[in-house]
């Protein structure tokens, strides 16, 4: 049976998709008559067309382990899909949530974008976060799936896609959307994924640019130098904590070392 829907899959993916970096290529006006072109041929052939062609990505670390490959060498592609048949046929035999070991990410994102905060897509944007126990967070994230692939969240075009971490001791549900700096875009997709999920109303929501994300180990980095420096001056610093304490840690020891070159 298994294997059946296995052959299915591959045989819709084959029929009616395209390669992501070909997509990642094409202008708007292109990716949109592409589009057209896309739904039209499922359309006859009796399918039932998304709106966007979707992509699962999965992540898996090793507790403890560290490794020289980026985190990006280690996004793997699961499948792509751009019909109702076949997301069904790639989400029945995903694992849930409740099996998937820990630490592991799971990444449904548009066709073309890939799941890093430095794709052109994602980095003027940021992320919703809501954080769940591991018992229910498989029914929060079908739904946030179901949401997303049936483009029922407002302001739709500025979505990117969703994240699913298992971790330890929580599951995490992330949104990524485009653009961090429309407050009237975020705040709606704020609200329009409690509705869908219907969140009740202890659970919150913390959003985060993601150029924060991307500005910290800059900062934590540059601290670091700075420490070095000055211990080299003759001043000890802690390392550590002012790498914790980022940039504004990074700023004072900045003006303290230019003092200390200077005299």
């Known amino acids: 049976m298994e294997s059946i829907a296995n052959t299915n899959n591959k045989e ?24 057209r072109e896309r739904h039209a041929r499922d359309l006859n052939s009796g399918f039932h067309p998304l709106k966007h062609k979707f992509v699962f990505w999965y992540t898996r670390r090793t507790p403890g382990v560290r490794t020289q490959t980026s985190y990006e060498d280690n996004i793997k592609k699961i499948v792509e899909f751009s019909t109702v048949e076949a997301f069904w046929v790639c989400y029945c035999h995903l694992a849930q949530p409740y099996g998937m070991p820990s630490p592991t990410d799971l990444h449904l ?52 896609g969703a994240v699913l971490s298992i971790r330890f001791n929580e599951d995490i549900l992330s949104v990524w959307n485009r ?61 550590t904590a002012t790498m914790e304490i980022g940039v504004l840690s990074y700023e004072f020891h900045s003006e303290l070392a230019e003092k200390t070159i200077c005299s």
């Open 109 to 160: 994102f548009k066709e073309g974008i890939r799941p890093l905060w430095e794709d052109s897509a994602n980095s003027s944007g940021g992320k919703w976060i809501i954080r769940f126990k591991k018992t229910i967070s498989g029914r929060f994230w079908e739904d946030l799936v179901l949401a997303l692939v049936g483009d029922q969240l407002d302001y739709g075009d500025n979505i990117c």
């Open 12 to 35: 819709i993916e084959t029929k009616f998709s395209s390669t992501a970096n070909a997509q990642s290529l094409l202008d708007p006006s292109s990716t949109a008559a592409a589009d």
């Open 179 to 239: 653009n961090a700096s429309d407050h009237n875009a975020v705040m709606a997709l704020r609200d329009s994924i409690k509705r869908h999920l219907r969140l009740p109303h202890s659970y919150v929501m913390e959003y985060k640019p993601h150029d924060a994300s991307l500005l910290l180990p800059i900062a934590k980095t540059e601290a670091a130098l700075q420490g070095n420096l000055l211990t080299n001056c003759g001043f000890r610093t802690q390392t």
